[in-house]
Structures are given as structure tokens and as C-alpha cells.
């Protein structure tokens, strides 16, 4: 990753998937640039920022656009072209991830796929132009986009768009040598995760029963992305890629779990 640049947008803690994300390519030489949104967000990522010696940090609101009119002007700015983006962003009201998905709100169906989805087609369409000899985008997502998940509801929909989303961007950018993916761990504790109701159990749930016997880790999402985003994936596009211990493959638990 040395000489490369990047945006990482999403990082909220020293748990956050996208604090994995960025802290391994950091680690393989790339410099980076991490967003925020207002001013109590970027008082949190600055201690961050300061461990990997990230100096651009900018603010953006993606529901905004002049947040992003001005996010990528800065970026256009101060570095003129960018190699990756980390889109690490997501969003549903917690009180609609539990109950019955049959009673979600208009408004938070709006809002959750504006976000969670929307939110990456925009990103690209911005930061494409500055992917003058291509790059790469990269975006989350999780198993209950295509299968059943409880607690998640709403948020299966969100990421099953968002991977339909994938494959049209990949589709449109891959001429301008810019791949586009998704990563999907299985459940993390993270600060997002923590989001959804009975995400203990889930973690429980998956780590007693994946073929690895373990949930993701940090390093391992984080190698996924530097190796994406590096030259050795540069016939990788389209993909959602498990890093979830195998989980996705199993169609009832373990025997000694039934």
C-alpha cells in the first residue's frame, strides 16, 4: 500500500471495523484521510487519527450535500486524487431492529437506505473523479442481506441494496480500472453492533457454530481490505467477500448445538 491514499470513512472508536480497516493499511504504507461527522464525532477520531499520523481529517454528513460538496473539494484540494475509499457508514433507528420487520416505518425505511445505501452511490460518484489511474471502494456489509438474521430487520434490506449497489458500480467504474466491493464479517462488537438488540447472542450464536469455531477479528477484516485494495486484488471486483469463520456456509448449527 506505500504511496497510496485513501478516505476512511466510518471510524468511531478503536473497535470500529473501519479502525481495523485503517489501522492495517496504515501499518502497509498507506497514507490516509478519515471523515467525521461535527464536531463531538471528530473530538473522538482525533486521539485516532493521531495514532496512525493521519492529518486530513474531514468533516461529512451523508445525508448533506454540501457536507460532501465540501468533503471532497477539501480532498481535491489537499491531495488532488485519491486511491481507495472505506465506506464504513450505516444507520437504522434501534427501536425498529427489534419486533416484527412488517411493522417498519416509512420514514425509517427512507432514512436506512438513504445511508446505509444510497450513501456509497454517492461517495463513488464523487470520488471517482479523482481515481485518475484507478482505484479501489470499499464498502460493509453483513449475511442478513441475504438470509433471515433476527434483531436486523430493516438493515437485512439496507445490505442487500448496498450489495446490489456493489455490482452496478462495479459494473460502471470497472472501464476506469476502479473496483468495487464488499466485505461481510459475521457479528462484531462494535459500537454499531452494539445497536442491535441480542447482539450478544448472535455473537454467541455464530462463534460456537462457524467451521472456524470463532468469530472475525479486526486484523483479519483489516487484511481483507489492504489486500482489495492493493495491487494483489487488481482483478477483484463485484465480490462480497466473507470474513465470518465460515458461518455462511452452514445450513443448520453444529450437531452438538441442535
Known amino acids: 500500500m506505500a504511496g497510496k491514499r485513501g478516505l476512511v470513512m466510518g471510524v468511531a472508536n478503536d473497535r470500529s471495523i473501519a479502525w481495523g480497516i485503517a489501522k492495517a493499511m496504515a501499518e502497509a504504507g498507506a497514507e490516509l484521510a478519515f471523515t467525521y461527522q461535527g ?146 464479517p459475521g457479528p462484531m462488537k462494535t459500537l454499531a453492533g452494539a445497536a442491535i438488540g441480542g447482539a450478544r447472542k448472535t455473537f454467541r450464536q455464530t462463534e460456537a457454530n462457524a467451521p472456524m469455531r470463532a468469530n472475525a477479528t479486526l486484523e483479519a477484516i483489516g487484511g481483507t481490505a489492504v489486500y482489495l485494495a492493493s495491487d494483489a486484488g487488481a482483478c477483484t471486483s463485484g465480490e462480497i467477500i466473507r470474513v465470518d469463520g465460515g458461518y455462511h456456509v452452514l445450513g443448520m448449527p453444529q450437531p452438538e448445538n441442535l
Open 39 to 184: 464536531e463531538t464525532f471528530g473530538k473522538r477520531v482525533l486521539p485516532l487519527a493521531e495514532q496512525l499520523g493521519v492529518k486530513l481529517l474531514v468533516d461529512a454528513d451523508v445525508t448533506d450535500d454540501a457536507s460532501m460538496d465540501a468533503a471532497f473539494d477539501l480532498l481535491e484540494k489537499e491531495w488532488g486524487s485519491l486511491d481507495f475509499v472505506v465506506h464504513a457508514v450505516a444507520y437504522s433507528n434501534k427501536d425498529e431492529l427489534a419486533g416484527r420487520f412488517i411493522n417498519t416505518s416509512r420514514a425509517n425505511f427512507k432514512n436506512s437506505l438513504d445511508i446505509s445505501c444510497y450513501s456509497l452511490i454517492d461517495v463513488a460518484r464523487r470520488a471517482h473523479p479523482l481515481m485518475k489511474e484507478g482505484g479501489t471502494i470499499l464498502t460493509l456489509t453483513y449475511q442478513g442481506s441475504t438470509r433471515v438474521t433476527p434483531f436486523y430487520n430493516v438493515m437485512g434490506v439496507a445490505k442487500a441494496a448496498l450489495e446490489s449497489a456493489v455490482r452496478y458500480l462495479a459494473n460502471d467504474l470497472g472501464p476506469e480500472g476502479i473496483r468495487v466491493n464488499a466485505i461481510s
